[in-house]
Structures are given as C-alpha cells and as structure tokens.
Nanobody, 121 residues
C-alpha cells in the first residue's frame, strides 16, 4: 500500500490550498483516512479525519476553515484549506486506518511522504 500526497506550496495568509492524497495498492475503500501535520520543533498533530461513510472530524484549530472529503472511486482524500494562517505552516501527512476514522496517529497503518505547506504573513 502506498500513499502519495501533493498540493502543498507557498501561500499568503488568508489564501487557500487543496491537498490531495492518492492511495494505491488497496482495492477496497473500507479504511478511514486522515490528515496530520508537523511543524519544526513540534510533535505531529491531528488535523482531520473522514470515515468510509463520510463522517468527518476536525481539530479545533482548523474547524470552520478546513474541509476533508474523499472520493472512494478514486481512492483519494482531499483537504481543502481556506483562510490559512502562518501557524498552519507544516508538513502535512495523509494516512489510512483499517480501524476507521481516528484522531490518534498510532491507529493509522499506512502513511504518505508528506507535503509542505508554507503560509507567509
């Protein structure tokens, strides 16, 4: 199983970016999908997760600004990020969990390589 994340880049505060993560090597879509991020000197933190049926959860820091979605036919999860702030700067990682949607990173089984998001002030 492989996950490939892309869509990161440099954006000004207040701007938007859309991250995508494509899962290969799985023929089903029964897994939960999630996004985490890690800033320099900080621990990896939960951003958002979505279940197979589309139930979503968000970290308080991004609620109302970010939106997670998935296309099961394409084995892809998206993270639409609006009203970006400098504190959103981080490497964003996608992951899948055989146990469904989760806020806990240790419950994820496969991880992507990460994509860097930089928000300038």
């Amino acid at each position: 199983v492989q996950l490939q994340a892309f869509g990161g880049g440099l954006v000004q505060a207040g701007g938007s970016l859309r991250l995508s993560c494509v899962v290969s090597g799985r023929t089903d879509s029964t897994y939960g999908m999630g996004w985490f991020r890690q800033s320099p000197g900080k621990e990896r933190e939960f951003v958002s997760t979505i279940s197979r049926s589309g139930i979503t959860y968000y970290a308080d820091s991004v609620k109302g600004r970010f939106a997670i979605s998935r296309d099961n036919a394409k084995n892809t999860v998206y993270l639409q990020m609006n009203s970006l702030k400098p504190e959103d700067t981080a490497v964003y990682y996608c992951a899948i969990s055989n146990d469904g949607a989760s806020r806990r990173d240790y419950e994820y089984d496969y991880w992507g390589q990460g994509t860097l998001v930089t928000v300038s002030s």
